[in-house]
């Protein structure tokens, strides 16, 4: 047994032999949550400490897992619609049909889940304008691939090698070692000049096979999914019994990781153990549904009432970063922990993760920003129309757009428009010069305005991402900056 291993099974054991909840005699003035006798607990006081521990535990757990069961979401979509692991790959010029935490219509998607249980896959990359990555099933990191991967846009094979492999790696490859047996392959096409038609073809270049078969590979054919209505999201699942059940299911599918042996014990603790089924009495199984609940509200709070002062990309707008710790891999601080709070704000509202996303320097691959309220601080109401304006030029080296989210769903908004998007290949690409635009989000379109503008729906909240690609220089030193949200009246 290695030192780091016993180290965590000691820590584990430490965790599960000590109470969260710290009991001690009753107060005179009753401030006591618990009741007391000769410093032993009343009966009522004990199940109440129970409950109490328990739900905390399962709100922690909720909290750290939520990625895992989000990413099985997507797994779950392409399934719905009979994309099956390592078979296919879909392929989409997105829009608000696809319901998928803050999916964008800027350029097409092409998703597949690669199971490396019975080997190593490659996925082939041809050169061109790719940006792709495959992440875990916990929606870790492997690997980059594309512009922003270690191909740099040249083209590569790529090899993604599970847990269990011991054979040798072949040389020639861009090598990813995932922890798990399913993971997730998320590659996009930029439209160059606006070609959306040809960016969704170079999609079909795109080769995964097995590294078996790659004498004679028979790549995953590839599905055009762009007038499908599909659900990648954990929505269904996220405030009821059903998140645990799925997350139950990966838990049995997938290897132990050594590095989550503690949040393994906090699972066992309410019944969700490799190898036992998952079997919870009426009590747990409230506790463990209130938790799911409390867990998933407590996410949309990280997202959009954040108090953390680091935030804000400006300090005189209300426009947010949306990764809270750039650069980084998986939301490691400085000092070598993990940022809880930028974790669960990026996964409540995004999917996946790589150091490049969350870059801060010129020429990253993108940056986002997030804006939940308007210049007054109230947030975004559907029911409302909004001005912004984004002052020109955008610096940035290839495109940007602004997108309009539903806040329960987190997806593209949804109207008889069926558009989200203001982009400038696209809707914007006759903006010209330095004069600023205005764009416009609302129920109705203002008058002479149609060609900028999103609709929005009555009653339901909704945030806008900015999102630029190939940013330069004046996006990070604050020579450029968009205005914030002005209500229109």
Excluded at 228 to 254: G, P, V, Y
Excluded at 266 to 283: C, M, N, S, T
Excluded at 311 to 319: G, H, Q, T, V
């Amino acid at each position: 047994m290695t030192h780091r291993r016993l180290r965590s099974l000691l820590f584990l054991a430490a965790m599960a032999s000590v109470s969260l909840i710290h009991v001690g005699p009753a107060t005179a003035n009753g401030t006591s949550a618990y009741t007391f006798n000769q410093g032993y607990p009343t009966a009522e006081t004990s199940a109440k400490a129970y409950d109490d521990a328990d739900l905390q535990r399962a709100i922690t757990a909720y909290r750290f897992w939520y990625p895992t069961v989000s990413v099985e979401g997507i797994f779950n979509g392409n399934r719905s619609i009979g994309i099956k692991d390592n078979e296919a790959m879909g392929a989409a010029a997105a829009g608000p049909r696809q319901v998928g935490f803050t999916l964008n219509s800027d350029t097409p998607y092409g998703s597949a889940t690669i199971d490396v249980s019975k080997g190593p896959m490659v996925v082939e990359l041809p050169p061109g304008a790719y940006i792709g990555l495959v992440n875990d099933h916990n929606q870790g990191w492997v690997l980059d691939m594309g512009l922003p991967g270690p191909d740099a846009g040249k083209g590569g094979k790529h090899l993604v090698i599970g847990p269990d492999y011991k054979g040798a790696v072949p040389e020639g490859y861009l090598v990813g070692h995932t922890p798990t047996y399913k993971n997730l392959l998320a590659v996009r096409a930029l439209p160059v000049g606006g070609d959306q038609p040809k960016a969704l073809a170079a999609l079909q270049a795109v080769k995964i096979y097995p590294l078996a078969d790659a004498a004679d590979p028979k790549p995953a054919k590839v599905v055009n999914t762009t007038e499908m209505a599909i659900d990648s999201t954990s929505l269904k699942w996220e405030d009821n019994i059903q998140f645990w059940q799925k997350l139950s299911e990966i838990i049995e599918q997938e290897p132990v990781i050594e590095k989550y042996l503690p949040m393994y014990g906090l699972l066992a603790e309410l019944g969700i153990e490799k190898g036992k089924a998952f079997e919870p009495d009426a009590r747990m199984a409230a506790i463990l549904e209130k938790a799911a609940r409390e867990g998933r509200d407590q996410l949309h709070v990280s997202a959009f009432d954040s108090t953390r002062s680091d935030r804000f990309a400006w300090p005189d707008r209300k426009w947010e970063w949306v990764g809270l710790v750039p650069g980084s891999v998986q939301f490691e601080t400085p000092t070598g922990g993990i940022d809880l709070e930028a974790r669960d704000r990026w996964f409540a509202q995004a999917i996946v993760t790589s150091p490049a996303m969350f870059r801060r320097t010129p020429g990253a691959g993108s940056l986002y920003w997030l804006a939940a309220r308007d210049g007054t601080g109230a947030y975004l109401d559907g029911g409302k129309t909004y001005k912004l304006t984004i002052p020109q030029p955008v610096p940035g080296k290839l495109f940007w757009s602004v997108t309009a989210y539903d806040a329960q769903t987190r997806s593209e908004v949804q109207t008889d428009q069926d558009k989200a998007a203001l982009r400038s290949l696209f809707e914007l690409k006759d903006v010209k010069g330095s004069d600023p635009v205005d764009l416009y989000f609302g129920p109705r379109a203002p008058e002479g305005q149609e060609g900028r503008w999103i609709k929005t729906v009555p009653g339901r909240g909704w945030f806008a991402y900015i999102r630029i690609y190939g940013p330069e220089g004046p996006a990070f030193d604050g020579s450029w900056k968009p205005a914030d949200f002005e209500e229109v009246r």
